[in-house]
């Protein structure tokens, strides 16, 4: 009896492998692609891996039905962009008829072309009557037998992909990831990370697929040391964990009156401290100094014209100084005195200030004291003359 040979076959460029017998008379190599018969209609999918070792029951496995031609590929490259319709189609009918947040995220077509089925994303509690929706969109397809499928936000952030939330170009679940493990809180809590929802949920809104990766290393490392605020003998005296690392095998250990300090596995099993060397490292310069390489540019400052001045000039610069202090000086001494005079209540001076002439008074003055100059000179003239005719 002949040996019947499995492999694993994907539908979809990063899905879930489903298990296929091939047949013995047929040849079948890593990335063919094969015609099968599945419960959704007649598909075409493509060879992932050889030599599988199926973990369901053998008795319900399909049987591969044969390798994909030319044409077939052809008709699946026409069905994809018909798929790509109808999901703009379906949308549009949603938004007309007020469906809500019910959205098609995807569509796929037998090869044949004789059935499609849609993908959707909506709440469970939502109230959707799939009959009368199929009854109503069928008339957008028609030959066509319609079939709808609901996914959760993990299959609709597959399908979308895009930017992780750790900066990654595209998102794991689109680049390698074929199938969707469960994830739980108590990996985050193993692993030591923050439990805020930004921290460890994806761009699904659930629990990101990397906290499995490096689950069981941290879960094999947490057997081995003591939990958190547990009474732990150091070779320090005896404390509270009050943290664990695993990944260094070590613990935080709170100390009555030293406080807290860092001890592995082996130290708290031994109770002996581990002195850890300190080693000097000489610095030998890499880079070794050419004296044949360097250029001396020396730069000078630019030289400004000497104008030449008079002695008296710089004597006057230097007596500037004297005056401005003196000035800052009176200006800071009256500023003082009116300070304190609003300080006093604002009340007004008593003293009587002196009115001092003005600009306007001054030249009627000189004009004043002129005329009567020019009197008591005409009165002396007249006097000298009276005088001479007497004589």
Known sequence: MEEIKYIGVQFSPVGKQYHFSVPADLV?????FVVVNTSRGVQ?????????????????????????????????????QKAEEAVEIVNHFLKENEYGEIKAVDAEYTLDGAKMTIYMTYEQD??????????DVSKHFSDTRLEVRQVGPRDVAKLISGLGACGIEKRCCSRFLTEFSSISIKMAKAQDISLTPSEITGICGRLRCCLR???????????????RKKMVMTPLGEGRVTQVLPLSESVIV?????????FTREELETGVMQVKPVVFENENNAYELDHSDIELVKIEPERKGRSKRSPGSSRRRDDRPEKTREDGERSQQSAQKRSEGSRRGGKKDSRVKK??????????????????????GQKAERGTKKQDSSL
Do not use: W
Request: aromatic share 4%; no cysteine.
């Open 28 to 32: 079948v190599q890593a990335g063919d």
């Open 213 to 227: 990766y490096e689950n069981e290393t941290y879960e094999a490392a947490l057997k081995e040391l003591p939990k």
């Open 126 to 135: 939502l109230e959707f009557d799939i009959r009368s929706f199929l009854r």
């Open 254 to 262: 709170n100390l009555p009156e030293i406080g807290p300090r860092q």
């Open 355 to 376: 009115e001092r002439p003005t600009s306007k008074n001054k030249p009627q003055q000189t004009k004043q004291s002129g005329r009567s100059s020019r009197n008591r």
């Open 44 to 80: 075409m999918g493509k060879v992932a891996q050889l030599d599988v070792d199926p973990r369901a029951d053998v008795a319900s496995i399909i049987q591969v039905d044969r390798l994909a031609t030319e044409e077939d590929k052809q008709k699946s490259h026409a069905n994809k």
